[in-house]
């Protein structure tokens, strides 16, 4: 299988200031020195608690963010080496679903021209291969004909969602970022939009880097799993794998920390002490061991390399030498 | 246990009322449940499902536009519906307490937490600032606060997202309430100071003998936490009963299309179990079973006439013809059922 997506070593720093005119203080480390890749055809769920990197990483990806260090590769061509034309290129190949379908979507403009804006600043399209083009993407999501004519706050939830996934795939991209796509939705149109988006991966190859907070959503959708904390890879590998029998630490706290399926599911429980440090002074050597309930003195110190262990990559100090 | 239930509502229904008059929306419709003391009940429905007004019901705190026109509230054995607004604010903050989605929005930004804390024990129990500070010191500590003789002094801005939900549960327990219902406690905390959030209610319900209600969305937090589950639809209570029991053999299909849409950890499941249409317009609700457009099940007799609510035995009930006796039950039909993805659904116009 080929990599669509590769990100190697990838870091963004910004500088944090204090008070109105103060100088630099130091450095957030958003993301910090990351490496992944997503293959043609698949999804790679991201997960994380709030300050972990996550929403970093996918405007890395999306390019709306530079890196401090590291580069995204896609389609073998390295990202930072792209001329004007190539990152045109690239922007089409790579379009976005966000969380919020009342917010993404302007209320003032027509169905039409929501999913067709895309269109229309990439490609040079005569007008009725616009129309022709919309008409087919709003079948694709499953959206009768004639919503193409109508305003934003004629749908529901749901529906604006299947829109703004019209509106991405408008361009043909080859990667789509999904930021919590369906957090925002009501439950009983979770699933049809989480089945939506695995035909559309189907009939269309996509791939998809997914970003959410459901656990068991991610563990769904995903084909592998990158675990963050404090800006750091804790844990990657085989979706499966990894929700059934994680091994770092915190990994093991965050799946059991998901809420239950069923009453009857008993499982150990791992309740972490204490919040997410302040990524403006991560703790030295291991990032999650103020927290971890396995930390010994060299955690403190030095901080595990991300290593093979049974089938997957985890960087923790339990594991290895 | 007591025999008598702790809090009990008959056929109680809450309606919002246009000013015109011309437009009721019934957001809360013949509700019966009742709670015993030491239970935890999960209310559990969409957003407009009518979970929260059924919660602001229970408290007597509904917005001027809405009426509780029907039904008792029967409380700790005294009826809430007969009494005065001051009687009310006797009973709210004191013997039942409510925690709220959004803590920020729920603490106030001007006044120190020692302040916000002690509050309700002014109020309803007229101590003195000094001793409403030290009894606030001692609530934060079984909130397990860090160092709370150095938070009480501190505000709301200078604690994190999961402390100020801690705060906010201090000021629910500050009074020792009875009851307390937590409306979506935990949606905008991350998982696992969630489960330290969850985790420090179930001590808290055990220490003080809480009765709890859990307003949500989620059902996880129902299998987590609740021992009882009332599946609300369109402002009416669906199905009910003890937690295990329904989630082993849902009789509702709403409920049971709700637990299969759920994305599971150890799924091996392609597709998930989608619920086609949306939710209906709570202002112009169908004459029959308000589920009856998205239902699988459906069949002639749900468009026409809404079932009530049957008895299950084991304290369930369900309102869906399919668990009437058998002889109320017709044969099934071409009732129409949505096509793919909700494209038949109100917003269209069609």
Same mark, same amino acid.
């Given at each position: ?321 | ?50 979970? /929260?007004? +059924?919660? #602001? %019901? &229970? ?7 809405? $009426?509780?026109?029907?039904? !008792? ?113 935990? /949606?905008? +905390?991350? #998982? %696992? &100071? ?7 209610? $179930?001590?808290?319900?055990? !220490? ?118 058998? %002889? ?23």
């Amino acid at each position: 299988m080929s990599a669509l997506l590769e990100a190697a070593g990838l870091s963004k720093h910004f500088p944090a200031r204090r008070g109105l005119f103060g100088g630099d203080h130091g450095v957030v480390r958003a993301v910090d020195d990351i490496s992944f890749s997503i293959d043609n055809g698949r999804t790679l769920g991201v997960v994380g608690e709030s300050g972990c990197g996550k929403t970093t990483t996918a405007k890395l990806v999306l390019g709306l963010e530079t890196p401090t260090a590291g580069a995204i590769r896609f389609d073998g061509r390295d990202l930072a080496g792209l001329d004007a034309v190539g990152r045109r290129h690239y922007r089409k190949s790579v379009q976005a679903v966000f969380q919020d379908p009342f917010a993404s979507l302007s209320p003032r403009m027509r169905i039409s021209a929501i999913i067709a804006e895309p269109l229309i600043t990439n490609e040079a399209v005569t007008a009725t291969d616009v129309r022709r083009r919309v008409l087919e993407l709003l079948d694709l999501v499953g959206l009768p004909q004639r919503s193409a004519d109508l305003f934003p706050h004629e749908f529901s939830g749901g529906q604006r969602q299947r829109i703004a996934i019209a509106r991405a795939l408008a361009v043909s991209p080859k990667l789509v970022v999904l930021d919590e796509p369906v957090s925002a939705l009501d439950v009983s149109i979770r699933a049809q939009i989480l089945n939506l988006l695995r035909d559309l991966q189907d009939r269309l190859g996509l791939s998809y880097l997914f970003i959410a907070h459901d656990l068991a959503a991610v563990a769904h959708m995903s084909h592998e799993i990158v675990v963050m904390y404090l800006g750091k890879i804790v844990e990657a590998g085989d979706a499966r794998t990894l929700a059934r029998h994680p091994k770092h630490p915190y990994t093991q706290a965050l799946f059991s920390a998901a809420l239950p399926s069923h009453p009857e599911e008993r499982r150990e429980e791992v309740v972490l002490a204490g919040e997410v440090p302040s990524p403006l002074k991560p703790p030295a050597g291991c990032r999650f061991h103020p927290r971890c309930p396995h930390a010994m003195p060299r955690c403190a110190q030095a901080a595990p390399a991300l290593i093979q262990v049974e089938g997957r990559m985890v960087a923790c100090h339990l594991y290895g030498t | 246990m007591t025999a008598e239930p702790l809090l009990s509502l008959e056929n109680l229904s809450t309606h919002y009322v246009s000013q015109q008059g011309s437009r009721v929306v019934r957001a809360v419709d013949d509700v019966t449940l009742s709670l015993n003391a030491g239970e935890s009940l999960g209310i559990v429905g969409e957003s407009g499902s009518g979970k /929260t007004t +059924l919660a #602001l %019901t &229970i408290l007597r705190l509904l917005p001027p536009a809405a $009426r509780i026109v029907s039904g !008792r509230l029967v409380f700790d054995g005294e009826d809430l519906r007969t009494k005065s607004d001051s009687e009310m604010r006797r009973v709210r903050g004191k013997r039942i307490a409510m925690v709220l989605q959004d803590p920020m929005a729920s603490l106030n930004p001007l006044f120190s937490i020692g302040d916000q804390v002690g509050e309700p024990i002014r109020v309803h129990e007229g101590a003195s600032r000094a001793s409403a500070w030290q009894r606030a010191v001692g609530l934060l500590k079984s909130v397990r606060i860090a160092s709370p003789e150095m938070r009480v002094r501190q505000y709301p801005h200078e604690m994190s997202g999961g402390m100020r939900q801690r705060i906010v549960g201090a000021i629910g327990i500050s009074c020792g309430p009875r009851l307390l219902i937590a409306d979506e406690p935990t /949606t905008s +905390l991350d #998982l %696992t &100071i969630q489960a330290q959030y969850l985790d420090l209610l $179930r001590d808290l319900q055990r !220490r003080h003998a809480l009765t709890l209600i859990f307003i949500t969305h989620n059902l996880g937090i129902v299998a987590r936490m609740c021992n009882r589950l009332a599946v609300m639809y369109a402002g009416r209570v669906v199905e009910q009963g003890p937690v295990a029991r329904i989630f082993n053999a849902p009789a509702h299909p709403y409920t049971q299309a709700l637990l299969g849409s759920l994305p599971r950890m150890s799924d091996e499941r392609e597709r998930l179990t989608a619920i086609e249409g949306q939710p209906p317009d709570l202002a112009s609700l169908p004459p029959g079973c308000a589920f009856a457009a998205r239902c699988p099940m459906a069949f002639a007799r749900c468009a026409a006439e809404a079932p009530p609510e049957f008895t299950l035995g084991e304290g369930r009930t369900a309102r869906c013809w399919l668990a009437a006796p058998a %002889t109320a039950r017709a044969p099934l039909s071409a009732h129409a059922v949505g096509g793919e993805g909700g494209a038949h659904a109100e917003g269209i116009g069609g």
